[in-house]
């Protein structure tokens, strides 16, 4: 993968250091530092040059790695070693599906597509007055921009709600998901107040694979809770 990473480097296109790529990259994804970008590294994710210095120097095919890193963590929350196997499948030339996306759906970028809302509801199918009631729910935080997370629940919605299920009847899922956010946040403590370069990324890394534990958690509950109704 970094033999990829590195053969895509054009020899004559300009090198952009860490402070250059944060500025570029920061105001979509506004948890990326150095330290992240480190953990990056570390992690066999990306490879960026280094002048005789030893000083991190990165190309636009290195932005545009870590543009679909970040967004697959964001939008898709897959932890890093998924995102590693996803990726170094595209170096090898495969076009692999997304993990958790339904087999033979595009799964190229853009990953990190971000929508207004005329766009979100676009995409969605979803009208104006059930975006107001899910926001009333809080079950899409309201901003400029939304990206792929939120369409995806305002396209459950759709389909809830033709069976009568509204937004209002899941103001507990909010509740339930920072109940959820403080047990992980509780269980990363020791990693998150370590001192270490790499320490805040890898307390974000362990925090998506937590989240991803306690889901199939919840999906095999409700999966046993299903099987009583409908076995009566």
Same mark, same amino acid.
């Given at each position: 993968?970094?033999a990829?990473?590195?053969?895509?480097?054009?020899?004559?296109?300009?090198?952009?250091?860490? +402070?250059?790529v944060? =500025?570029?990259?920061?105001?979509? #994804?506004?948890?990326?530092?150095?330290?992240? *970008?480190?953990f *990056?590294? /570390?992690?066999?994710l990306?490879?960026?040059a280094? $002048?005789? %210095?030893? @000083?991190?120097? #990165?190309?636009?095919?290195?932005?545009d790695?870590i543009?679909?890193?970040?967004?697959?963590?964001?939008?898709? @929350?897959l932890?890093?070693?998924?995102?590693?196997?996803?990726? /170094?499948q595209?170096?090898?030339?495969h076009?692999?599906?997304?993990? +958790?996306?339904?087999?033979?759906t595009?799964?190229?970028?853009?990953?990190a597509r971000? #929508?207004?809302?005329?766009?979100?509801?676009?995409?969605?199918?979803?009208?104006?007055a059930? #975006?107001?009631? =899910?926001?009333?729910?809080?079950l899409?935080?309201?901003?400029?921009? @939304? +990206?792929?997370?939120?369409v995806?629940? *305002?396209?459950?919605l759709?389909?809830?709600?033709?069976?009568?299920?509204?937004p209002?009847?899941?103001r507990?899922?909010?509740?339930?998901?920072?109940?959820?956010?403080?047990?992980? /946040?509780?269980?990363?403590?020791?990693? %998150?107040?370590?001192?270490?370069? %790499?320490?805040?990324a890898?307390?974000?890394e362990?925090?998506?694979?937590?989240?991803?534990?306690l889901?199939?958690?919840?999906v095999s509950l409700?999966?046993? =809770? *299903?099987?009583r109704v $409908?076995?009566?």
């Open positions: 993968m970094a990829q990473a590195a053969s895509s480097r054009a020899p004559d296109a300009p090198l952009l250091s860490i +402070g250059q944060l =500025a570029r990259l920061t105001p979509e #994804f506004p948890e990326l530092t150095p330290s992240k *970008l480190r *990056l590294e /570390e992690q066999g990306i490879s960026p280094r $002048t005789e %210095s030893g @000083y991190r120097k #990165f190309c636009s095919a290195d932005l790695r543009s679909s890193i970040l967004a697959l963590q964001r939008d898709h @929350y932890p890093l070693k998924v995102i590693r196997g996803y990726l /170094e595209i170096d090898s030339g076009v692999p599906t997304l993990p +958790g996306a339904v087999p033979g595009p799964t190229m970028l853009p990953m971000r #929508f207004g809302k005329d766009d979100l509801l676009r995409e969605s199918g979803a009208s104006g059930l #975006f107001t009631e =899910a926001v009333s729910a809080a899409i935080t309201p901003g400029e921009t @939304y +990206g792929e997370e939120a995806t629940v *305002l396209r459950a759709v389909e809830l709600g033709r069976a009568g299920v509204e209002r009847h899941l507990g899922y909010r509740a339930a998901a920072e109940r959820d956010a403080a047990l992980i /946040e509780s269980a990363i403590a020791p990693v %998150s107040r370590r001192r270490t370069a %790499s320490s805040r890898r307390s974000a362990l925090a998506l694979e937590l989240a991803a534990h889901e199939r958690v919840r409700l999966r046993s =809770a *299903l099987g $409908t076995n009566g």
